[in-house]
Structure formats: structure tokens, C-alpha cells
């Protein structure tokens, strides 16, 4: 079974608007961390926002913020006035136990802004 | 800082010879990963280092190996190249690779097997 569902392979938005990249994510540990990455076409994995699993805040930093929902098991990412540069691929990723662990990264979505 | 700087940035090989890669982590951070992309199998942890010691191991054949020195710098080697190993080789690093720590990741290095 996959461990981080991303199903949204492809999004379209217009500058200035708000998107929600969806994720989902299946772990039985009570520990665990998700992340947020964007990969433009450069190819350059840049890391975006980090919730954890005891976190009771949804976590923010900047244009994104995670909207954390831990019974739903899930983790969708918001981007706040959306840019040109918003163009890339997103990965949604989590970690279980605690150190030295894998990142497990979905399939990724890619969003493309307009103008 | 200076990020994650991987070497070199491209690479063609022939099928059956070694490839070694290199990583420079972020200057304290002690813990590197390294990372395979593909289009068929995305993103796939291949190993972690932490002072020097292998702590984790993805699914890949022995093949692949790595190191990591007293600087915290890492090589990743691949031996007898088949065609399916081509693919975006990621290094990434972090302070403790502790589960609250976000991996930092380089540029980098893409890989062609011919």
C-alpha cells in the first residue's frame, strides 16, 4: 500500500489565486513528521514546510501553509496568492520512527500558474 | 551557508562500469541521505549516513554503496552500471537527520547509462 497519495497529477491555476495541493498519508506510528518539497524543472528538490505528528498548530511559512488533519490522515498543502514561479513539481513526504529514517515521497503534483 | 553541493552535475556511462558521486553537506550538518529519481519510480531512499555510519539502507542491490568521511562529506558508488540505474542521484542533509528535520537537498547529479 502506498504510504503518501498524491492524486491530483496535474494543477492549473491563475496568478494571485489560492491552490490546495492534496495529500494523504498512511502510518500506524505515533510518530512522524510530513513534509513539503518543490521541484521546479531545474531540478533542485526545495524543501517548503514541516508539520509534525504532535503538532496542534497547522504549520505556516509565508504564501504556504499545511493543513493538517490527523484523523483524515491528511496533509494538503495551501499556497497563498499563487506566482509565476509557483510553476514546479510538489512532493509530499513523511517520515516515520525517528532518526536516520527514509522520506517517503508521493508521486508529486505538478502545478502550473498563469498569468 | 553554502547549500548541498553535489559533483558532477552530469554524468554518461557505459553499461557495466562504476560511477562514483560526491556530496558536500551543509556546513554542521552531520547527516546525509542520498536519494534516486526516476520517472517510473519517483523518488527512492537509497541510504543514510550519520558521523560515518551507515544507519539506514533503502531496497537497492549491493551494488550500490556509500560513505560518508570524518567531514561529513559523502560519495555514493555504483558498480557494474546497468541501463535502469540512469536517473537524478539527490543528496540531501540535515543537522541530526532527526525526524523533525527538514533534509536539505543539492542539485543534484544526473546520471546516463548508455
Known amino acids: 500500500a502506498q504510504k503518501i497519495t498524491q492524486t491530483q497529477p496535474g494543477m492549473f491555476v491563475q496568478e494571485k489565486e489560492a491552490v490546495t495541493l492534496d495529500c494523504t498519508y498512511d502510518t500506524s506510528d505515533q510518530s512522524y513528521g510530513l513534509f513539503w518539497y518543490k521541484q521546479p524543472s531545474s531540478g533542485e528538490m526545495i524543501f517548503l514546510i514541516y508539520q509534525g505528528s504532535y503538532d496542534e498548530q497547522n504549520a505556516t511559512e509565508g504564501r504556504y501553509s499545511l493543513n493538517f488533519q490527523k484523523a483524515r490522515k491528511s496533509a494538503n498543502l495551501v499556497i497563498s496568492a499563487s506566482q509565476l514561479g509557483d510553476s514546479a513539481m510538489y512532493f509530499c513526504?513523511?517520515?516515520?520512527?525517528?532518526?536516520?529514517?527514509?522520506?517517503?515521497f508521493g508521486k508529486g503534483t505538478t502545478l502550473s500558474v498563469s498569468s | 551557508k553554502a547549500g548541498v553541493t553535489q559533483t558532477p552535475r552530469y554524468l554518461i556511462k557505459t553499461r557495466g562500469q562504476q560511477v562514483t558521486l560526491s556530496c558536500s553537506p551543509i556546513?554542521?550538518?552531520?547527516?546525509v541521505s542520498w536519494y534516486q529519481q526516476t520517472p517510473g519510480q519517483g523518488l527512492q531512499f537509497l541510504f543514510e549516513?550519520?558521523?560515518?555510519?551507515?544507519?539506514n539502507k533503502g531496497n537497492f542491490p549491493g551494488r550500490f554503496s556509500g560513505r560518508q568521511f570524518s567531514n561529513s562529506r559523502s560519495e555514493m558508488n555504483v558498480s557494474t552500471l546497468e541501463l535502469g540505474d540512469s536517473a537524478l542521484y539527490l543528496c540531501?542533509?540535515?543537522?541530526?537527520?532527526?525526524?523533525?528535520?527538514?533534509?536539505?537537498f543539492g542539485n543534484g547529479t544526473r546520471l546516463t547509462v548508455t
Open positions: 540531501a542533509s540535515s543537522p541530526d537527520g532527526t525526524l523533525n528535520s527538514p533534509l536539505h
Open positions: 549516513y550519520f558521523s560515518e555510519t551507515q544507519r
Open positions: 513526504a513523511m517520515r516515520e520512527g525517528w532518526a536516520g529514517t527514509a522520506l517517503i
Open positions: 556546513s554542521g550538518h552531520r547527516s
